[in-house]
């Protein structure tokens, strides 16, 4: 069985844990506590790990050009696909 509960901190509460007692009573059970977090915000919390990705960022190769310069570069590519 899996259950999942979305809850805010405010909500934890004696209540709560006896009726998740009762629902997994005579069963082990696995508890993971995770907060509302996107994938930056997750990967940017560690110190370490940010400098080294942004470091990685940065070494990147890059090209820059004018909105003229993409536009004749994208119907060259165009022209190339339709051969």
Known sequence: MEAMFKILP?????????????????KSVT???STDMDET?????NPA???HLLRSMASEPYITFTPE????HVKILLKQKSL
């Open 10 to 26: 405010s909500e934890f509460n004696e209540s709560l844990f006896s009726q998740i007692k009762k629902m997994v009573e005579g």
């Open 41 to 45: 915000d997750y990967l940017t919390s």
């Open 31 to 33: 508890i993971i506590i």
């Open 69 to 72: 310069e993409f536009n004749k």
């Open 49 to 51: 790990n940010e400098k």
